[in-house]
């Protein structure tokens, strides 16, 4: 009986043995698989970067991610926009931002020192950068005046040196306008109070006075349709060059008639909704109102 039994527990430990056995892994150096006593692979853990080494290795223009971050909030405390960082960085969609993660911020911010008879609009202007934008970056408003000297922070999409180019163009075949009449300006350019702007200036003359053709060209349009010009006068130049003469009292031209340098067009009045003589003079360049001082 007892060799009976020892036969058959033999029998179930042969019978054991022989399937297959799942590999077994612990702490130790070797473990039992298929193929019997293997040596275990031991892989040492990478360590950790810390985030002092981090920042050790940022460069001047790079940042490092914190718990918390993302791009809307990196974008804010950077003073740049959201779409200046995933450009500079490549970023895909979603943009999610990982703590550890190193982004470069974009150039380092131009500035502009204002000079004299320089506004935010001009500014803008300068730098092809929209005036709202200009403004808000510097904590103003589109219509604040601003005193020579002062320093401004500049948006990091500005283009001055296309935006030169652009300038230099114009004013390279721009024609030469003579004043159409002797006066005070009394109301500029740009920017006024209460949020207005003036697209020309407005010159101050006795009612009658004689107003002339700032240059040769062809009498595009006569009529006082216009709400608040009055009686008004339109030649077109050459170079796409525009001029107005408005709150004009008596009109001696016609719709298509040429006219010349100095001759006489119409006299000074107060039509239209001012309350003393005087001339609004404007000049466009195409479809954008300019300063006619820089063409006279």
């Known amino acids: 009986m007892r060799l009976y039994s020892k036969i058959i527990i033999l029998l179930i ?12 892994s612990y702490k130790g150096h070797l473990h039992y698989g298929k193929k019997g006593i ?30 918390g971050d993302n791009l809307y909030v990196v974008a804010k405390k950077h003073k740049v926009t959201t779409r200046q960082l995933i450009d500079s960085n490549n970023l895909k969609p979603p943009y999610i931002l990982q703590p550890g993660q190193i982004l470069d ?9 204002v000079v004299n008879g320089q506004s935010l609009t001009v500014i803008a202007r300068k730098y092809n950068v929209s005036l709202s934008e200009l403004a808000q970056l ?18 990091y999409n500005a ?11 114009i004013f390279k075949g721009k024609i030469k306008l003579s004043k159409p009449l ?24 006795p009612l009658g006075t004689e107003v002339k053709a700032a240059a040769d060209g062809k009498i595009v349009y006569v009529g006082n349709e216009l709400r608040g010009y009055g009686n008004l006068i339109i030649i077109k130049h050459s170079g796409n060059i525009l001029t107005a003469y408005a709150h004009s ?22 039509t239209g909704n001012v309350s003393s003589p005087q001339l609004h003079f404007g000049v466009r360049q195409g479809r954008k109102a300019v300063d006619p001082v820089s063409y006279f």
Do not use: M
Request: glycine residues 6%.
């Open 138 to 155: 510097n904590n103003l408003k589109t219509n604040s005046n601003i005193k020579i000297g002062r320093v401004l922070l500049i948006p």
């Open 38 to 67: 293997e040596p275990i692979k031991i892989t040492k853990p990478t360590p950790k970067t810390t985030k002092a080494k981090h920042k050790k290795n940022l460069k001047a223009n790079q940042i490092l991610i914190n718990n």
């Open 13 to 24: 430990f042969i019978s054991s043995c022989s399937q297959d056995i799942a590999p077994i």
């Open 182 to 205: 002797n006066g005070n300006i009394i109301k500029k350019f740009g920017p006024g109070k209460n949020g207005t702007h003036n697209d020309g200036i407005n010159i101050a003359a």
């Open 249 to 270: 009292n008596e009109v001696i031209v016609a719709k298509n008639q040429t006219v010349k340098k100095g001759e006489k067009i119409a006299t000074v009045g107060a």
């Open 159 to 169: 283009k001055p040196s296309h935006k030169k180019h652009i300038v230099s163009n």
């Open 105 to 113: 911020l974009p150039n380092k911010r131009k500035t502009h020192v």
